[in-house]
């Protein structure tokens, strides 16, 4: 009788424990789909700026027992839900719409996120100057810096547009020749020198643009993707090589597929993090079931 209580307080003990689980997962999918909705918005520092207040706020009341400030903190927790409300109505009203369309959510989940519109700027704008036969480099920057080429362009800082690529790379315009540097959904600079590659191996068809795209994937982790002022064709250069013979589409899923800039990659990191703490757990688990039962 003993044995058969203690074995069916084990049984819900991790009954228990597996509901623990799932509960934090569930938290963790809302808590990030939530914050997915309202990515790239003006939404985020907001929400950033309030975290960051009310938490060296809490820090600062048990710190030094700041009663006072502990109350009012306490006091206008349900104040602030109240208000986040009114302040994220737009992100709230765009996430119930797209959570009502789930077809069109699901076949375009990366124009939910900085990358993807960063991708379907430059796919969109890469076939249109492939269209006018203007000659285009553009570099997009991931984890290592490109500061040093950047300087020797002009400096932009700009929003990254089809409109103003194509103001940049128009035939007559001062800085169409050189390369554009682009950092997360910004032009950080334009008409900017690149190494050209030291590969004595390519073939002579491949003019200085193409050269400069292998030149700055050989010295960095950043792709590159090149418009021929001669025949429209659109490449892309990564890791020291290049694709050629691209169209719109092509280049749109090479990009999904390869181009994720630092601060994704950070999230993906998270997330993987997230999962192998999971599995773990899990493991664990699973392994005291099997120490108890042997």
């Known amino acids: ?37 309202i990515q790239g918005t003006t939404a985020m520092p907001i929400l950033r700026g309030l975290a960051i207040a009310y938490v060296v706020g809490a820090v600062l009341a048990n710190l030094f027992a700041f ?27 765009r996430a119930g719409e797209q959570l009502g369309r789930p077809g ?10 900085a990358a993807g519109r ?12 492939s269209e006018l036969r203007w000659g285009a480099l553009i570099v997009l920057e991931r984890n290592t810096g490109l500061g040093e080429y950047a300087e020797t362009g002009t400096r932009l800082d700009a929003l990254l547009s089809e409109q103003m690529l194509l103001n940049i790379f128009f035939p007559h315009a001062p800085l169409h020749d050189g390369a554009v540097i682009v950092q997360g959904e910004r032009i950080v600079a ?16 491949l003019g200085t643009r193409h050269r400069a795209a292998i030149g700055i994937t050989e010295r960095t982790d950043a792709l590159c ?19 050629r013979n691209l169209d719109e589409e092509k280049l749109r899923k090479v990009l999904q597929v390869i181009y994720q800039p630092a601060q994704q990659r950070g999230r993906l990191r998270l997330v993987r993090g997230i999962t192998s703490w999971l599995r773990d757990v ?13």
């Open 67 to 93: 009663s006072v400030i502990g109350s009012l903190l306490r006091g206008a927790l349900n104040g602030l839900l109240l208000a986040l409300v009114v302040i994220f109505a737009p992100e709230l009203r």
């Open 104 to 113: 069109q959510l699901l076949r375009r989940p990366a124009t939910l996120t």
């Open 190 to 205: 334009a008409g900017c020198l690149l190494p050209l590659t030291e590969n004595t191996h390519l073939g002579a068809h």
């Open 282 to 294: 899990g493991t664990w688990i699973r392994g005291g079931e099997a120490r108890r039962h042997a």
């Open 118 to 129: 960063t991708i379907d700027t430059i796919a969109t704008t890469a076939r249109r100057l």
């Open 1 to 37: 009788m003993s044995e058969l209580l203690q074995n069916l307080l084990y049984g819900l003990r991790l009954l228990v424990d597996w509901r623990g689980l799932v509960e934090f997962l569930i938290i963790t999918v809302v808590i990030y789909v939530g914050l997915s909705f």
């Open 225 to 243: 993707v090149v418009v021929s002022e001669e025949n429209g064709q659109i490449s892309i250069a990564n890791n020291g090589r290049m694709v």
